[in-house]
């Protein structure tokens, strides 16, 4: 492959070899391998499609009359010898696979920025948040349902990285169920020593049914009963408080962090991609572009926020019984 000789995937920054799956995006001609673009899901310059952008015009005819001072695929900030006293690059690493381009949020806007930049941030299930962020920008709905919220609570508020609300929330739940053992502990004695007794003989080898009896007829057992409901129907009530809530509170978590990096970008910040395996090569991405890289990687989801929450919850539990 004699065109391709010393230009690199545009997905992994390998060098494309002689005998490569090597597949072609019809819109501008931009080379990956069959893998990658299929793991990238898209075009890897997609971004570029609308201003007409070649690859053939952009890096294979250059090539013929000059090398390239830099390695072609690999993002180099640009401009950062200029920077001056105060700005700021924006640090840490990109997500490896571009987000979505949301042209059908074209000249469209929330609270006067960009709906693409809401759209970057959410970066996943965008279609069903960008029309509630603009129900609530307009006071059209100060409420909505999330199912994902009623269902798993708070580590559904960590998942979409509102970190504040998720362990907040946590920590009302916890304080909660120790209120109601204290309180079953405290006004059915007799109760609570007939389950000790009966979660030790548990862990001995099973339940001995002179034990669940023990529980089930102690004369304090209805008390518990009552106690256990009113704690049932407290989180009851959290979680629907939670699903009414989270989608507002998710537009002021994203509404704030797309507002940070556009005042951060007035004020003369740079984006800064960091170096290593998990970088994504970036040619010829604008500023707008690197900005939805950013966006996405600081909003979207996260599936170890929740999983620790949970691990550390557990572990808690575990020491202080």
């Known amino acids: 492959m004699p065109l391709l000789e010393g230009i690199q995937c545009p997905v992994c920054g390998a060098e494309f070899a002689e005998g490569d799956d090597v597949v072609y995006c019809p819109d501008c001609g931009t080379p990956h391998h069959r893998e990658c673009y299929k793991m990238a899901g898209h075009c890897v310059n997609a971004g570029l499609h609308h201003t007409g952008y070649n690859f053939y015009d952009d890096k294979i005819a250059p090539k013929k009359e000059e090398q390239p001072e830099k390695p072609v695929g690999i993002f180099t900030p640009q401009a950062q010898e200029k920077q001056t006293e105060g700005e700021t690059p924006f640090s840490g690493m990109f997500a490896p696979i571009q987000p979505e381009v949301y042209t059908e949020y074209e000249g469209d806007s929330i609270d006067g920025i960009s709906t693409k930049d809401y759209a970057a941030a959410v970066n996943s299930n965008a279609s069903r948040f960008i029309p509630l962020f603009k129900a609530f920008d307009k006071k059209e709905r100060k409420t909505s349902w999330n199912w994902g919220a009623f269902i798993f609570g708070p580590y559904y508020l960590l998942f979409r990285k509102m970190y504040s609300q998720g362990i ?22 007799k109760f609570n020593t007939a389950m000790q007794t009966l979660m030790a003989s548990s862990g001995k080898g099973g339940f001995k049914m002179e034990d669940i009896q023990a529980a089930a007829t102690a004369s304090d057992a209805q008390i518990a009963a009552n106690i256990t409901m009113i704690v049932f129907a407290a989180y009851i009530i959290i979680r629907i408080l939670t699903a009414l809530f989270a989608d507002k509170f998710y537009f002021t978590t994203i509404k704030n962090l797309v507002k940070n990096v556009n005042d951060k970008i007035r004020d003369g910040a740079t984006f800064s991609a960091a170096p290593g ?9 604008d500023s707008d572009q690197m ?4 966006l996405a990687r600081r909003g979207g989801a996260s599936f170890m926020a929740p999983l620790m929450a949970y691990l550390a919850l557990s572990l808690i539990q575990m020491f202080l019984q």
């Open 291 to 294: 900005k939805y890289l950013y």
């Open 168 to 189: 907040g929330l946590i920590c009302i739940q916890t304080v909660i169920n120790y209120l109601g053992g204290y309180f079953i502990a405290l006004k059915a004695p």
């Open 277 to 285: 395996m998990m970088v994504q090569p970036m040619q010829n991405l």
